[in-house]
């Protein structure tokens, strides 16, 4: 399946292209995978060095979520575009070799690369099995959720916006009137904030039932451990099978079960409170405000959530 993500302020849509085009080539590895890295024509502000810093950055994020860079060899196209500023584009193939195209304005800044969350949630889609479109959620939010994660632990993004990006973000992913589960409702919404909303309480769940000894990132390693990259196509029931195997107890399976064909709405005022995340209001406060709570009765498992993990094969 094609994977398109558009970044403006936010998520977007998903779009579709014919495929990357050839360009003068360099290359980084990166936890065990080849980058092959592609300069298409056009004026950019930046230097290569700096784009390749930038790649590296994204590369290294991921690597630190998942244990190793998820494929053996990735392809990438910096499409400079004209009079732009910001990283306004990413796509993502998996037929004919893990490759993406990303689209940099030509006035785009440093800055503006160490902000930049797109080139992560690009490489984040190597990590799981290619999907049928009516699972493009999975896919979508599983990078969504990874990525600010995965940056937070390498020094790219605040730990504490993490947990304010999820509490003004998923409430974007629950069910509006009409849904009819997350493999039939493909909005927008359901798609990036509907899977994210999946992924932490699977998060939250397999870290209860594990008494905290495994999380998500166990379960989603798992799965690429068993083989399950970008690379094969696996269907949805066999990926989350893998990982559920990998961390000992059915959450993913039964969590797929609950979700896919109904409108689930879990309560998350009371999810926040029991992390310990105080979503403040007020005179004066500023939207995605909040602090955090050490006392609440699953601190703890919020903490282990944000907390960068052992390398795989370590001991819990």
């Known amino acids: ?29 990166v936890g065990g995978g080849r980058i092959e890295v592609a300069f298409a024509a056009g004026p950019l502000d930046v230097s290569r060095r700096d784009l390749m810093a930038w790649i590296a950055g994204a590369a290294d994020a991921v690597t630190a979520y998942y244990g190793r ?3 053996a060899r990735y392809r990438i196209v910096v499409e400079p575009v004209a009079g732009e500023s910001g990283v306004l584009a990413g796509t993502t193939w998996a037929y004919g070799g893990a490759h993406s195209r990303v689209r940099v304005g030509e006035h785009t800044t440093v800055a503006q690369l160490d902000r930049d969350w797109v080139m992560t949630h690009e490489m984040v889609h190597t990590a799981f099995p290619d999907q049928e479109r009516s699972h493009h959620w999975i896919e979508e939010g599983i990078a969504t959720y990874v990525e600010p994660l995965a940056r937070s632990w390498v020094g790219r993004y605040p730990a504490a916006r993490v947990w304010a990006d999820l509490t003004t973000g ?4 629950l069910p509006e009137p009409g849904d009819r589960g997350l493999d039939h409702t493909p ?4 798609t990036y904030w509907g899977g994210a909303l999946f992924c932490l309480i699977a998060d939250v769940g397999i870290r209860e039932r594990t008494a ?4 998500l990132i166990d379960a989603l390693r798992g799965i690429l451990a068993a083989g399950g990259n970008s690379q094969v196509d696996w269907p949805i029931e066999r990926a989350l099978r893998a990982g559920d195997q990998a961390v000992g107890v059915p959450v993913l399976e039964e969590l797929y079960a609950q979700m896919k064909d109904a409108p689930v709405a879990p309560d998350l005022g009371a999810l926040w409170r029991s992390l310990g995340v105080v979503v403040q209001r007020g005179q004066g406060v500023q939207r995605g405000q909040i602090e955090l709570d050490d006392r609440a009765p699953r601190a703890a498992l919020r903490q282990a959530i944000s907390a960068r993990p052992a390398p795989p094969g370590a001991s819990p």
Do not use: E, H, N, Y
Request: charge should be positive; include cysteine; charged fraction near 20%.
């Open 1 to 29: 399946m094609l994977r398109a993500c558009i970044a403006l302020l936010a998520l977007a849509a998903c779009r579709t292209a014919a495929g990357a085009p050839r360009a003068d080539p360099s290359t980084l590895t």
């Open 69 to 71: 860079f998820p494929v």
């Open 170 to 173: 998923l409430p974007k992913g």
């Open 187 to 190: 909005t927008w919404g359901r």
């Open 212 to 215: 905290g000894k495994r999380g």
